[in-house]
């Protein structure tokens, strides 16, 4: 179902006619009374039953608001136009908001890629963009809306885990709500589009793992972020380990054999990695 534009004239206009009409009715019935002609008085009955049908046809649009006008089932066009306006007369019409709507889901609980339990909520930004659509493809396009929406976010939460240390690059719900936001959009788009709604925005506002799982899944998660902090102290620890080795090579400040250079490693790497201060022990040579 499209939009169409329905026949219409200025309401004012429509005002000024009626009453022109209604005035020659009053004047026709007049007559009537005056001179007895039965002509006068049916002409003065039909006039007033134009007028009293036309009345019918005014409406007032609001700004950011359509309605639909059908005719004893028949659909015939959309008024979208602010303003006072004359249509077809005995049209119902269904009034329609095109202004932007906010829409907060429920929690949701839901698996992720995982299979962990998590709590979900995102929030929907939309409007109606194809009035029609809205009132003649669904029922209730504000509960089309909402339903889909939690439909949408199910969907997208199962296609992404919770969290990632492991991988960078690889696109977790905590970590990367922009790309999860968009890719929300893009589906909640493509399942509203039926109902003539365009999809402004979709954000993820709640995210937290379920609750009998939370303690453990922080655990886990504190577990992995001391890992990738300690081998990011390592990676550097090495590094380091490394220009010393080469720079008193380089410089020829001392000789250093295998045995020796492992042994040098194994005092800079425990120096450098262990997380409590270390003694130094400072070798006087051998004593007779």
Known sequence: MQEKDILKLNGFVGVIVAVIVAAIAIFSFREFVISDNIVMLILAIVLLVIVGVTATGFTIIQPNQAKVCTLFGT?????KQEGFWLTIPLTLRKKVSLRVINFNSDRLKV??????????AAVVVYKVVNSAKAVFDVEDYHQF???QSEAGLRHI??????????????????QHSDEVGNELTRDLQERLKLAGVEVIEARIMHLAYSSEIASSMLQRQQAKAVLAARKVIVDGA??????????????????????????????????????????????TGTIY
């Open 75 to 79: 659909y015939l066009g959309v008024i």
């Open 111 to 120: 698996n992720d890629l995982e299979g962990n339990p998590i709590e979900i």
């Open 145 to 147: 809306v909402h339903t």
């Open 157 to 174: 939460a199962s296609q992404y885990p919770y969290d990632n240390f492991n991988n960078d690059f690889e696109i977790s719900l905590r």
């Open 238 to 283: 090495v590094l380091m380990v490394k220009s010393a080795i080469d720079e008193l090579s380089n410089e020829n400040v001392v000789d250093l054999d295998e045995e020796k250079k492992a042994q040098m490693v194994n005092n800079l790497m425990v120096a450098l990695v262990s997380e409590k201060g270390n003694q130094p022990i400072v070798n």
